[in-house]
Structure formats: C-alpha cells, structure tokens
C-alpha cells in the first residue's frame, strides 16, 4: 500500500475533493443534500471549521474550509462526515468482501484528495474551481442556477457578482491541481 503524505498545518485552509465510491449514475449526495448538510453542522458544533466554499455535486463534492488555530485534524472531521451520513441512510448498496469484514459502508471512496491553499490566488482559484464545477460537469448553464452551493450566499455578501459564470463568457477548462 502506497504511503499517503499529507500536510497537516495547524489553523490551515485546505481544498477537499470527496467521491461516492460509485460514481457512475449515482445522484445520492443531491438526493439526500439536507442530511448532509445536517451531518455536517453537527460535525462543526463538536469539531468547529470555517466554510469558505462548498459545492454538493451528484456523486462528488468540493470544499474549501479553515481550521481552528492549533487544529490540523481534518481527518476526524471527515471521518464523522463520512460515517454519520453513511449510517443516516439504510444499508442497500452492495459491498465487497473487504468492506464487509471491515464493516464499512460501500458509499464513500476510502480516501479523498485535499490540497493546501498557499496564499490568497490560490485560494482564489480553489474557491472558483468549488463554484464553477456544477458548469464544468454539464449539470447547469450557469453557476447561479446550481442548488447545492455556497455560491448563493457569497452573492449576498457581495464577494461575486450574481452572473459569474453566467454562461455567456468563454468557457474556461479547470483541471484539478
């Protein structure tokens, strides 16, 4: 087994990407979008973090959050997400035989993918890659149009205007980083 690095930066802002193990065909996390929001308010009550960004998509997600100063522990954090979802729906997709000897759910891809945002461009880039993903996917013209994302409440506080990304620009290919 390959042996993950990952940067753990106490206070730091990370950019996350999370699949559904089956991704094919799979509209669980738009079909059950309130439990995870549910899931993950009550995660940030017992392990506080800041959104900044976050997009539900149908088989995948992305964020963009800030840890507490002195706290580098976003893998607990995604573990509760992960499994208080996972054990808020009944247990009806199938499972291999590794997943089941170690009592897993087969509904979330064991690993995710985070990055460590640098400065403030990077940043930047990270949290129009967040809102620009539902257009980038063909699941939506216009970013304003997708449900399931902090985009709305940014243009209510002013931090992009409410036609970013509207459609009518040139499109921009974003490829994960």
């Not at 996350?16 to 993950?40: I, K, S």
């Not at 089941?100 to 995710?112: H, L, P, S």
């Not at 997708?146 to 290919?173: C, M, N, Q």
Request: net charge positive; with cysteine.
């Amino acid at each position: 087994m390959p042996n993950y690095r990952r940067l753990w930066h106490p206070g730091g802002t990370y950019f996350f990407t999370v699949n559904l193990l089956q991704r094919h065909d799979n509209d669980l996390l738009v079909r059950h979008a309130d439990l995870l929001r549910v899931v993950v308010s009550r995660v940030k009550k017992v392990h506080p973090f800041t959104i900044h960004g976050w997009v539900v998509l149908p088989e995948h997600l992305h964020c963009v959050i800030e840890l507490p100063p002195g706290d580098a522990d976003y893998a607990t954090r995604w573990r509760l997400i992960k499994m208080n979802f996972s054990k808020a729906l009944p247990p009806t997709e199938p499972r291999n035989a590794s997943r089941e000897q170690r009592g897993e759910r087969g509904i979330w891809q064991r690993r995710y993918w985070e990055h460590a945002i640098r400065d403030e461009r990077d940043f930047n880039a990270h949290m129009d890659y967040v809102h620009i993903n539902p257009v980038k996917h063909g699941l939506t013209k216009s970013v304003a149009d997708w449900p399931y994302s902090t985009f709305h409440k940014l243009v209510a506080t002013g931090i992009y205007p409410p036609d970013w990304a509207g459609g009518t620009e040139d499109r921009v290919d974003y490829q994960e980083s």
